[in-house]
C-alpha cells in the first residue's frame, strides 16, 4: 500500500483523499499559509519507518 500511495493520492477524489489523510495522520495536519507549508504534531513513526526502509 505505501508502495502506492502517490498514485492512490494522485486518482483519488476528495472523498479518499480524506480517507488517506486520516489513516496516516490522525492526529491531524496543520498548515501555515504566510509560509505554504503543512505540519504535523505529533512524528507519523509508520511514515518515518517506511522512509528508512526505501532509503529516502
Not at 483519488?12 to 503543512?38: H, P, V
Amino acid at each position: 500500500m505505501a508502495e502506492n500511495l502517490p498514485k492512490m493520492w494522485a486518482s483519488g477524489d476528495y472523498m479518499q483523499r480524506q480517507e488517506l489523510q486520516t489513516a496516516f495522520f490522525s492526529e491531524g495536519i496543520s498548515y501555515n499559509r504566510q509560509k505554504d507549508e503543512c505540519r504535523l504534531d505529533k512524528p507519523n513513526y509508520f511514515l518515518e519507518h517506511i522512509a528508512d526502509l526505501s532509503g529516502k
